[in-house]
Nanobody
Framework: QVQLVESGGGLVQAGGSLRLSCAAS????????MGWFRQAPGKEREFVVA????????YYADSVKGRFTISRDYAKSTVYLQMKSLKPEDAAVYYC????????????????WGQGTQVTVSS
């Protein structure tokens, strides 16, 4: 069992940067693949990025490649999402997820979710 708490969302101008954090509880953080999803109003939740349990493999949605970077700090049991060159279309509620059963890209395959943090990008 793991609990996830996101933070770091806010309002930023287009072209700006934000760093989201996802703090995980539980001693098994190091064994979980972690990911970020986002959901804009009226849209389905979509995959953003995932990082393997060992941190050696990362998987990005094409829409964020080169602009977003995921990382994890095992000592702090925290996953970060560094977002740069933000665009208005990046605005959404961002959710942290853990422990996928199957495909990383499908939100229904992930076992644990945070409550989400709002990212607003002004043009």
């Amino acid at each position: 069992q793991v609990q996830l708490v996101e933070s770091g969302g806010g309002l930023v101008q287009a072209g700006g940067s934000l760093r989201l954090s996802c703090a995980a509880s539980g001693r098994t953080f190091g064994t979980y693949t972690m990911g970020w999803f986002r959901q804009a109003p009226g849209k389905e939740r979509e995959f953003v990025v995932a990082i393997s349990w060992a941190g050696g493999n990362t998987y990005y949605a094409d829409s964020v490649k080169g602009r977003f970077t995921i990382s994890r700090d095992y000592a702090k049991s925290t996953v970060y999402l560094q977002m740069k060159s933000l665009k208005p279309e990046d605005a959404a509620v961002y959710y942290c997820a853990a422990d996928p059963r199957g495909s990383y890209y499908r939100p229904d395959e992930w076992n644990y979710w945070g409550q989400g943090t709002q990212v607003t990008v002004s043009s």
